[in-house]
């Protein structure tokens, strides 16, 4: 089969994962009624957030009180949609800008605002950790802005970095939530953190935080980070503490998870079952170095190839990529690319890696790829350009490899976000 052929399906199974966690889907059947008295006020971060704020636009529109639905959301450069009533700003991901700051702090003083009989909605998805970004007193932008790079330098997982985050943040870790307390507050969060849990999303700022400044401490002692000194201040200092279960400021909050990346999987493992493939499924929220997991992978498929089965492997999750080199790309296209490596052109293979906000990293561009292809020919291909696949892997450097190839996955903002997912296709014979 030619790899047109085989790039059709694979796509076409992205494109199934990316539309089940579309917010004019999800986020509808979740949206309150409006109080009858008092305001909604809206206020949101994330890569989904402009069709999040044009779902609840839609949603209001005509509805009795719908003319007391008003606010802002925040959303990455270059996701921007045009909206009627709620107000898109745009700021930098994954290392935070001036707007981050400035977004923060307008979301915090909106749920100051609101009255003990209003309603603030705060709309999550992913990318709200660098989307809203105000340090706590004593810490400088530039310092903070810092730290986000030494925690991706060094790959540390998402989990470790938003504990981190927290504890600098004027409002993560709970710290939204508090400064809205006594308004009601109702959190509607699309996940793309493993295991889904609402302390991770946007690094929690509408609830509880468990973790400790001890624990941001031993984050960075863990991947030999030295901070700036007025860093290593703040997570010494007690006032900087996140909101801890049970709190007060807590008692008036809910939180629902609209969208996640299981749902979105299992809907792309319904259209693989459709095309005549069995399906293993590995996983919503595989964790580790991207090019390890690339070859384990491909010899996942290996094995399913020597036994004669035609079968749709499946996982979702994120990976990190512990930066050496000088080259670009994200973790999608270097797992992809330790993928071809480790099949070494066997036949009836193919794969897609690529995240499902249609970014995977590279200059920071709405323009960025979003993962790559990987075809039985890969490394044929390679060899006949004159190019070395574990050179350009050594060098972090899968963009430009899979970029001669014509083998990116490029789809521009997806307007969701629910993690990453990867397919791979094996048509085995015996």
Known sequence: MSNERLRDPLLALYRT?????HPRLCLPPHLPPVPDKGRIIVIGAGKANAAMAIATEAHYAGQPGGERVSGFVTTRHGFALPTRRLEIIEAAHPVPDQNSVE????????AKGAGADELVLVLLSGGASALWSQP???????AKQALTKQLLRAGAPIGDMNIVRKHVSRIKGGKLAAAAHPARLLTLAISDVPGDQPT???????VADPTTLADARAVLERWHITPAPEIAAALADPRNETVKPGAPALANTSCKIIAAPKASLEAAAAQARALGYEIEFLGDALEGEAREVGRA???????????GRRVAILSGGEFTVTVTGSGAGGPNQEYALALAI?????????GLAADTDGIDGGSGAASDPAGAFVFADSLMRARAANLNAATFLANNDSSSFFRTLGDLVEVGPT???VNDFR???VDGTV
């Open 342 to 350: 480790g099949l070494d052109g066997a036949p009836g293979i193919s």
């Open 415 to 417: 307007q969701t976000n």
């Open 423 to 425: 397919v791979i296709l």
């Open 297 to 307: 992978h491909a010899a996942l498929a290996l094995a399913a190839r020597a036994k």
């Open 200 to 206: 991770s999303i946007g690094s929690g700022p509408t």
């Open 17 to 21: 994962a990316v539309d089940a966690a």
């Open 103 to 110: 977004g923060a702090a307008r979301a915090i003083a909106a």
């Open 136 to 142: 706590v007193e004593g810490v400088s932008f530039a």
